[in-house]
């Protein structure tokens, strides 16, 4: 017959004492670096993102500026080529 069990006492436990201190407190600490690491690590990608935008800002301003410089000089050639064309014909 089995022998009757004595009452528990069923106040929750917050730290089981089967648990090793030195694992529990290796894993907090664990927990601690993890949580360190991914906040620096977010710190430094937002400063690469905002240099990366900054980037990206004077290139496009960049391209813009070529873009302009490259439009009026086809504008040059063509009157430069209508002028020219001009004088052939009129001295034809």
């Known amino acids: 017959m089995p022998q009757p069990r004595p009452p528990e006492d069923h106040r929750p436990r917050i730290i089981d004492m089967k648990l090793p201190l030195p694992w529990l407190l290796g894993s907090a600490a664990a927990i601690v670096l993890a949580f360190a690491y991914v906040s620096f690590s ?36 063509e009157a430069l080529e209508r002028d020219r064309n001009h004088q052939n014909g009129a001295s034809r």
């Not at 430094?44 to 410089?69: H, K």
Request: no cysteine.
């Open 42 to 77: 977010v710190d430094r990608m937002r400063e690469d993102v905002a240099e990366l935008r900054a980037a990206a800002r004077a290139w496009n301003e960049r391209l813009s500026s070529m873009t302009s410089e490259t439009a009026l000089l086809k504008y040059r050639v």
